[in-house]
């Protein structure tokens, strides 16, 4: 596999990804690795790239208000074409009570916005015959060999088919996520078994989730679950190494993402974004290392940094000269893992119009999504979110800390970015 000079995977320019740490100092980036210390914002005109900025501004005005009525403390847009930044503005502060303005390095909890890393550092161990897509989790993780699944009675029978890893990154392994449907029998039965307990390690929360029911069948039914914190575990036994080291060999540390991690240097607390109200439980002191490394949810990340990610995806698997996956793995990963009956027996899926693939929800139909046909994306429980579109040769990256107005924003963003657009 190439990846442009040097393979950022081996011999010297992997020792030096791993020195460049988190947020400290950096020096200068090695053949092979985009170098951090030069931004991924390449700014252009908007007109130039097809936008109509008084339609842009609509965006500006939205969130500004936003911000005077006190919803939120603040937040980061960016919105590009071609591998270029049309827009990029970010309004109010990191938090209340702050006087630090937002911008492209504020810091955010990424949430789910974790699972398209942890799933391309997957696809990474798969391009090199380590993890089987079509294998049984059960070869990665010997406890899920004997999985049962919730009966309407509150019985449980053995499961008749296996769980495979592509069910884990498609949502379709029959686990769930108890918040969902917290009051349901089965919810319940999660909580008591331990699904929220977060004092184990990635290995340790796999053999917890083993021993819970499943909601169906695995690879019958799409139900937004914890599958990507088992694919954390799967991809710790294939690679050999813990998740955050994985993640920050095979992705971060090349792309220059210095400020992407599961825990965030005490350093850094000024650059912390945090909400202007809602449940403080929800939102985790990123300075504190977790024992528990969510690929589900565990990431932080800055609206620069995530972009990289983004570009990548953008550049078919490769940005600035890095390779980080083949363009016919990322191709995979963009192929609808669910069908109608799946959807339809699940929970939370994305909407019409809209399929699901390897780590990212899919746009099947633009007649019912603004997004064109192939835009690939995913978002996070508090606001966050990105997407690319190839159709349309679109991205965006919007960075923001409100759980209660996470979906409102979506349906902003769509709006602002599409009625803006005004040649595709």
Known sequence: MSFGIINPRTGAVLAAVLALGIGGQVAAAPKGVVDPKVSSIVRADPTALGFDPAKLAVASAGLKADVAAGKIAGAYLMIGRHG???YQEGFGVQGPGQSAPMTDETIFRVFSM???IVSVTAMTLVEEGKLDLDAPVSKYLPEYANLV?????????????????RNLMSHTSGL???????????SKAWAAGGENNDQVTTRGYARVIAKLPLRSEPGTAWYYSRSTDV???????????PLDVLVKERVTGPLGMTDTGFSQPEAQRKRFAEPAKGDPSVYYDYAKKPSLLSGGGGISSTAEDYLRFVLMLEGGGQYKGVRILKTETLMRMRQDETTPQMRKAGLFFPGAGMGFGLGFSLVLDDTLQRPGNGTFSWWGIAGTEFWVDPKNDLFMVFM??????????????RTWIYDALVKP
């Open 176 to 186: 769930i996520y108890g918040f969902i449907q917290p009051t349901t029998p089965i």
């Open 149 to 165: 699944v919730w009966q309407p009675d509150g019985t449980t029978k053995p499961a008749t088919r296996p769980m495979l890893v």
């Open 114 to 116: 974790s699972k398209p």
């Open 400 to 413: 923001v800390q409100t759980r209660e107005l996470a979906m409102d924003y979506q349906r902003k963003n």
């Open 231 to 241: 694919l954390g575990a799967v991809v710790e036994a294939a690679g050999g190494k």
């Open 84 to 86: 270029k930044v049309a």
